[in-house]
C-alpha cells in the first residue's frame, strides 16, 4: 500500500493499495496498520466503520464536527465519487484550502482526512457505496454542515445536484460558521 501526502491539506493522505487481479477480479488490502503507522498515524485510534450508498447526483456535506472533531478514513468502496476536503483549522498552514479527489471502487484508494478538515461527496454512478472509518463514536450533537455550493469555497461538482439531506439544504454559509466559531 503506498501512502502520498495530499499537498493541498497539511497532514491528509491518499492510500492506494494494490489490486491483485485475474479472470475472477481483484483483490486488494483496503486498511493496513502499518501504512498507517508509517505516516505517523495511530491504526488503533479508528473505533467505527460506517458505509453509505448514494445514486448519480446525491452530494452529501460539507460534514464536520464540533469539539475536539474527526479524523476519518474515506474510500469508494463500489462506484465513482467527487470527493471534497476543505481544511477549517485556523492553525493550519493549509487553512481554507480545498482539494478534490475521484474515488472510486475499481482503485480502492482510501483518503485520511484530519480532525477539523470539512468533509463532502457527490455520487457520479449509479450507485456509490462510500466506506468511513472514524476516530471517535459519532454524537449527532457535534454535528455541523457547511453549505456546499458556498461560493468562497467555489467547489466544482461535476454533476448538477439531484438530491441533498435536510440538514444539507439547511447549511450555513462558510463566513457564517467561522464568525459564530470565533476565527
Not at 505517523?40 to 446525491?58: E, I, M, T, W
Not at 454533476?159 to 435536510?166: A, Q
Request: hydrophobic content about 40%; overall charge negative; some cysteine.
Amino acid at each position: 500500500m503506498k501512502a502520498t501526502e495530499v499537498p493541498e491539506i497539511a497532514g491528509a493522505f491518499l492510500f492506494e493499495p494494490t489490486p491483485y487481479a485475474d479472470e475472477r477480479g481483484f483483490f486488494c488490502r483496503t486498511f493496513d496498520a502499518d501504512a498507517i503507522r508509517a505516516v505517523g498515524l495511530d491504526p488503533n485510534a479508528f473505533v467505527q466503520d460506517s458505509v453509505s450508498r448514494s445514486v448519480r447526483g446525491v452530494l452529501r456535506g460539507l460534514h464536520l464536527r464540533s469539539g475536539a472533531g474527526e479524523a476519518k478514513l474515506v474510500r469508494c468502496s463500489y462506484g465513482k465519487i467527487f470527493d471534497v476536503v476543505v481544511d477549517l483549522r485556523p492553525d493550519s498552514p493549509t487553512y481554507l484550502a480545498v482539494a478534490f479527489f475521484e474515488l472510486s471502487g475499481e482503485t480502492q484508494t482510501t483518503v485520511y482526512i484530519p480532525a477539523g478538515c470539512a468533509h463532502g461527496f457527490q455520487a457520479l454512478t449509479g450507485t456509490a457505496d462510500t466506506s468511513y472509518r472514524i476516530d471517535r463514536p459519532h454524537d449527532p450533537a457535534e454535528d455541523v454542515t457547511i453549505a456546499h455550493d458556498d461560493p468562497e469555497l467555489a467547489i466544482p461538482w461535476p454533476l448538477p445536484v439531484t438530491s441533498l439531506s435536510r440538514r444539507d439544504r439547511k447549511a450555513t454559509g462558510l463566513a457564517e460558521y467561522l464568525n459564530r466559531r470565533g476565527k
